[in-house]
């Protein structure tokens, strides 16, 4: 199945599936600071998978069977990894920075999957990187980081004192998760666009959760951790149940199928630029719902790293601009 390789309907896509997640994370990081990260990925993994496997039947009137058996065994390992990579081991990394840091802090590290999906792509598809893409991506590290040192240090030994962890553990969680997030988005670009590919976006979606479940529920069955983990957090903690499950809906189920769907129709770059944006849009959130402070520095230090990324994906275009030969 082909799809246009551009397209603003893709655009906007991506915007609603960031916004979507943006929305999510506030619920997430308080959910993960009663749960733990453990606990709080199994439960919406399940509960994406179980809306995701009726939207499919319904939506794309596959029968159960067909459900297993329509993808072929390459959209099968580029999914399966996608969604291991991505839903498991990237969001594992991720509710921990968040945990530690908080949802404006750890959201600001996406900035680094933009790159990181160049990076990849470069690896796995032979893209090139120019000079100016270099120069963007150090500019959207060094705002990540002034962005980091400028925030509100009171908050952050708050943080500690409650044992959520080391704030160079959630920095270093944070970059690690938006090195992973770049690297599962090249692998479900990979997928969907190929010339044998032929699945519907919900379906793709179904398949990257569905491996990432079965991965994570096998691994913690495995060591033990079943129990201790997951279960009796969620029990101590059965009012925020509700809130956890809509903000699945929203963060897993709806930004997940959108940013697939969007990557059919435009450059995976760009959809990882967009999606890069959340800080921007948590900023503000977190300022007016959560009294978190926000001061001009951290403001700018986004808008900085923001910048960056742009300069990163938009490289070509700002060459030809200045009159340059890069190539």
């Known amino acids: ?49 179980i809306i995701l496997s009726v939207l499919v039947i319904v939506i794309d009137k596959k029968s159960f069977i067909t459900l297993f058996s329509a993808p072929s065994p390459t959209e099968y390992t580029y999914l399966f990894s996608s969604g291991i990579i991505g839903l498991v081991v990237s969001d594992y990394f991720g509710f921990h920075s968040m945990a530690i840091l908080g949802a404006k802090r750890s959201s600001i590290f996406y900035t680094i999957a933009p790159g990181a999906a160049l990076v990849f792509s470069f690896l796995m598809i032979s893209e090139s990187i120019d000079f100016i893409g270099i120069i963007g991506m150090t500019i959207s590290v060094g705002g990540m980081l002034w962005f980091i040192q400028a925030s509100d240090t009171k908050e952050i030994e708050e943080h500690v004192a409650h044992e959520y962890g080391k704030i160079s553990k959630g920095v270093l969680f944070g970059i690690l998760a938006g090195l992973f997030q770049g690297l599962h988005m090249t692998l479900t670009k990979k997928a969907i666009t190929g010339e044998s590919a032929a699945i519907s976006p919900i379906h793709a979606t179904w398949i990257r959760v569905l491996g990432a479940t079965v991965s994570y529920f096998t691994f913690t069955f495995l060591t033990g951790k079943f129990r201790e983990r997951v279960i009796i957090p969620i029990k101590k903690e059965k009012t925020i149940i509700l809130k956890v499950t809509l903000a699945s809906i929203f963060g897993m189920v709806l930004s997940i199928v959108l940013v697939v769907w969007s990557l059919t129709l435009c450059k995976v770059a760009v959809v990882q630029t967009i999606i890069s944006l959340e800080p921007i849009l948590i900023m503000p959130l977190a300022y007016f719902f959560y009294k978190e402070k926000m001061t001009i520095k951290t403001f700018i230090a986004g808008v900085i790293s923001i910048f960056g990324v742009y300069v990163l994906i938009w490289r070509h275009d700002i060459a030809l601009i200045l009159g340059l030969h890069l190539h």
């Open 1 to 49: 199945m082909n799809f246009p390789v551009s397209s603003g309907f893709g655009y906007l896509l991506a915007v609603i599936a960031m916004a979507a997640g943006s929305f999510s994370l506030f619920p997430f990081t308080y959910a993960t600071r009663k749960w733990g990260p453990v606990a709080i990925n199994h439960f919406r993994l399940l509960v994406g998978l």
